[in-house]
């Protein structure tokens, strides 16, 4: 029914910048709830960003004052604007969304983008 497809990871050096997206394709009325989770080999997988149909946002601290997530809600799509790269942020990079249909809620993950930051 609804899709979550995923694109802009990619290998950058350490200090660089990339931008992931993720669009929500099908039958939507809203979407409450958009997050980027990442998950690096061998460790618990981690809240990065949240932001919320009110325009509540919240990071994780670990990507404060460089990673921006922002939402175009005409597109269904959630964006995260990551700047000032670190190695630490190498990870598989996953989108989530608790998507409205039918006055019932439903959660949706994205296929994962890898992200490689080189040092």
């Known amino acids: 029914q609804v899709q979550l497809v995923e694109s802009g990871g990619g290998l950058v050096q350490a200090g660089g910048s990339l931008r992931l997206s993720c669009a929500a394709s099908?039958?939507?009325?809203?979407?409450?709830?958009m997050d980027w989770y990442r998950q690096a080999p061998g460790k618990q997988r981690e809240l990065v960003a949240r932001i919320t149909s009110g325009g509540n946002i919240n990071y994780a601290d670990s990507v404060k004052g460089r990673f921006t997530i922002s939402r175009d809600n005409a597109k269904n799509t959630v964006y995260l604007q990551m700047n000032s790269l670190k190695p630490e942020d190498t990870a598989v990079y996953r989108c989530r969304m608790e998507v409205v249909i039918t006055g019932l809620s439903y959660q949706y993950w994205g296929q994962g983008t890898q992200v490689t930051v080189s040092s």
């Open positions: 099908g039958t939507i009325n809203s979407i409450n709830v």
